[in-house]
């Protein structure tokens, strides 16, 4: 029953994040809709799940020092440690991607984009 409970909890977390997400990306054209609300999904599922192993983390050491013998010890991080990294990593990666589309499809909705100094200096 807990398990049960958790589970639903988690997904009403994730939606509640996709609707802060959603908002933030309302602007986008139809043809990236597909793709966006994927990225949506995938980035609510990686922020619930970081602030969870945070959470766990909180809790716990980061470090666990082993004992082999009375002259040898050793301090190893928690894995959760370097799982929690790798959630925040993935995490800003789909929000580059969903910046990224958004400030593709602006740019297609604005026509060709103008031209600066810049680039009337390489056209020479």
Do not use: C, H, W
């Amino acid at each position: 029953m807990e398990i049960i409970n958790k589970k639903e909890e988690k997904q009403k977390r994730i939606k509640k994040e996709m609707l802060k997400i959603r908002k933030l990306y309302k602007n986008s054209t139809k043809e990236n809709l597909n793709k966006i609300q994927e990225l949506i999904y995938r980035a609510s599922f990686l922020l619930v799940m970081a602030q969870d192993m945070e959470e766990e983390l909180i809790k716990i050491d980061s470090f666990t020092i082993t004992t082999i013998n009375a002259s040898q010890t050793f301090t190893k991080t928690n894995p959760l440690l370097k799982d929690y990294r790798d959630t925040i990593k993935s995490y800003q990666s789909v929000i580059k991607q969903l910046d990224d589309l958004i400030k593709d499809s602006n740019n297609n909705l604005n026509g060709p984009p103008k031209k600066d100094e810049l680039d009337d200096f390489l056209d020479k």
